[in-house]
T-cell receptor, first 118, second 115 residues
Framework: GAVVSQHPSWVICKSGTSVKIECRSLDFQATTMFWYRQFPKQSLMLMATSNEGSKATYEQGVEKDKFLINHASLTLSTLTVTSAHPEDSSFYIC??????????????FGPGTRLTVT | AQTVTQSQPEMSVQEAETVTLSCTYD???????LFWYKQPPSRQMILVIRQEAYKQQNATENRFSVNFQKAAKSFSLKISDSQLGDTAMYFCAFTPSDSSYKLIFGSGTRLLVRP
């Protein structure tokens, strides 16, 4: 149980275009999802917390208008990188909480999405 | 500010031997949760072990065990009988018991298991 998927696993886009990444909880309802960014050989950096039906909460230094997050249902959150530039190239990971489980504090991670902007 | 520190960027161990990865954290809270995650080359984050701060007993999961020293704010991971498949990045992480449930990660330790 507690499986989280991400789509696509790898995307290449041209500079100036937008790209959407989907995060889905497959076998549980996730009231809260998190989006992380990971540069090569570095740790995970939390970008934002996404709550179903409300606006995402962004971490300090993360541009809200560049990284649009939508959590329209209890099983789906999306991250849209708008007007992407090469410096946005990175590995993006989502996670989700199962608030109904006995371990509501625990996060389940998706497999990640590699974004390359050319 | 709450922080997690992993002071060993890289570690190496011979197959079948034991290795310990270090982690310290800083928080003023009394209730929280600690985790060790493994990130193999596939980059999928895999939960290795968890520890609830209110539990004095150290958590164990098969070959993996922790040494949780709450007063010292230390949370080390011991891997016994190391296997080649244990080669990965290992991240120590902390989450407070407040409603945010944010995970704070350490910088990671790259573990290489030598055949």
């Amino acid at each position: 149980g507690a499986v989280v998927s991400q789509h696509p696993s790898w995307v290449i886009c041209k500079s100036g275009t937008s790209v959407k990444i989907e995060c889905r909880s497959l076998d549980f309802q996730a009231t809260t999802m998190f989006w992380y960014r990971q540069f090569p050989k570095q740790s995970l950096m939390l970008m934002a917390t996404s709550n179903e039906g409300s606006k995402a909460t962004y971490e300090q230094g993360v541009e809200k208008d560049k990284f649009l997050i939508n959590h329209a249902s209890l099983t789906l959150s999306t991250l849209t990188v708008t007007s992407a530039h090469p410096e946005d190239s990175s590995f993006y990971i989502c996670s989700a909480r199962d608030s109904s489980s006995g371990r509501a504090y625990e996060q389940y991670f998706g497999p990640g999405t590699r974004l390359t902007v050319t | 500010a709450q922080t997690v520190t992993q002071s060993q960027p890289e570690m190496s161990v011979q197959e079948a031997e034991t290795v310990t990865l270090s982690c310290t954290y800083d928080t003023s809270e009394n209730n929280y949760y600690l985790f060790w995650y493994k990130q193999p080359p596939s980059r999928q984050m895999i939960l290795v072990i968890r520890q609830e701060a209110y539990k004095q007993q150290n958590a164990t999961e098969n070959r993996f065990s922790v040494n949780f020293q709450k007063a010292a704010k230390s949370f080390s991971l011991k891997i016994s009988d190391s296997q080649l498949g244990d080669t990965a990045m290992y991240f120590c992480a902390f989450t407070p018991s407040d409603s945010s449930y944010k995970l704070i990660f350490g910088s990671g330790t790259r573990l290489l298991v030598r055949p």
